[in-house]
């Protein structure tokens, strides 16, 4: 049986990394980084930013990425698009899934918002089919909300 991971641990990590510093660019590159060291079974772990009707590749941990992805487009572009976390089980049949890495067969997108809109999202996959569950909306939703509140986001 998975152990369920201690997303109270990862907040406090986020919390000691982020403490008194506001650099966006900064806090989400250490973020991508405890995400990716501490959650099992996962190949990549980062954000993208929201630049106008696109997302464009922000700090991350894994193998190179897809840099622009349109807003409705594969499983980040639906997540801004609708601006609802995507919780996907098989990315094989999520209709137009952008694959970055063809490793990755499941995958949560979390968005991140600054005073209300849409800022980035945070995205991390897995080579492990149905990977995440609603243990995982939760937490990563709680680490996107610190984000949301530590960053200045004036990028």
Known sequence: MKKPTDYSFILAQLEAITDSEKDTIANLANASAVLYLNLPDINWAGFYLVRGNQLVLGPF?????????????????????????????????FPGHIACDGASNSEIVVPVHHHG??????????????????EDRTGLEACAALLENVCDWNL
């Open 61 to 93: 941990q894994g193998k190179p990425a897809c840099v622009r992805i349109d807003f409705g487009r594969g499983v980040c572009g639906t997540a801004a698009a609708t601006d609802t976390t995507q919780l996907v089980a098989d990315v094989h049949a």
């Open 117 to 134: 809109k849409l800022a980035a999202v945070l995205d991390i996959d897995s080579p492990v089919l149905n990977r995440f569950h609603e």
